[in-house]
């Protein structure tokens, strides 16, 4: 398609990201729409409405979220991490992959000590 059409990459990858954004939305993970997608989450709420096949009344109260939403920064870093026992490599990047979850699932309501906290589970 993209040579018939000749869209650029990027013009792909965005369409991509709003679509797995409209996707999460759809799917009930608005934290994580912001999240992974930024604006393409909001760009993608036209979308999702449509797959989904929203009422005027579901759009609006997710419209409401998007209007409210600010994603903050993640609070921790690897150097936590390492601070925390662990030994650089594929263990640490998976285990801030599994606190920067924990931290989405919670809405980015869990602080940078509640993740502290949490890695001794992942400590292997």
């Known amino acids: 398609m993209k040579e018939e059409w000749r869209l650029s990459s990027a013009v792909i990858r965005e369409a991509q990201e709003v679509r797995q954004a409209a996707q ?12 992974r997608h930024g604006r393409f989450a909001y ?9 989904a096949n929203w009422s ?3 759009m609006q109260e997710v419209r409401s979220f998007w209007d409210q939403m600010e994603v903050p920064a993640f609070p921790v870093s690897g150097d936590d991490l390492l601070d925390a026992g662990f030994a650089q490599g594929p263990e640490l990047g998976k285990a801030l992959r599994r606190v920067e979850g924990d931290w989405v699932a919670s809405g980015f309501k869990l602080t940078r000590e509640d993740l502290l906290a949490k890695l001794g589970i992942y400590l292997a």
């Open 43 to 51: 760009v993608a709420l036209p979308v999702a409405s449509a797959l």
């Open 24 to 35: 999460m939305m759809i799917d009930g993970s608005l934290f994580e729409a912001a999240y």
């Open 56 to 58: 005027n009344a579901q």
